[in-house]
């Protein structure tokens, strides 16, 4: 998803460590220019680059540094997600 709006993680400089369900990964992780999710915006924000297998049926994961300073509401009742 990110090379098809412009940016490369191959060039990335940083590289992280994450614990998937296979196992350790080094990503690479690039600063977005803007990001919005959920109607909330986030500009200059670090995201973490791994590919996802296209069967997951989502384009993206967000972390909980995107909620950081937020009220999450996840209303599983009503399919409802809520961020004040």
Request: hydrophobic content about 45%; proline content about 6%.
């Amino acid at each position: 998803m990110l090379t098809a709006i412009g940016y490369d993680p191959a060039l990335a400089p940083d590289r992280f460590q994450v614990t998937t369900a296979s196992g350790i990964e080094f990503v690479p992780r690039i600063i977005v220019n803007k990001m919005t999710a959920l109607g909330q915006e986030k500009r200059n924000f670090p995201v973490l680059c791994h590919t996802l297998p296209s069967s997951a049926g989502i384009d993206g994961l967000l972390g909980l540094d995107f909620f950081r300073g937020l009220k999450l509401i996840v209303d599983f009742r009503n399919g409802q997600i809520i961020l004040k």
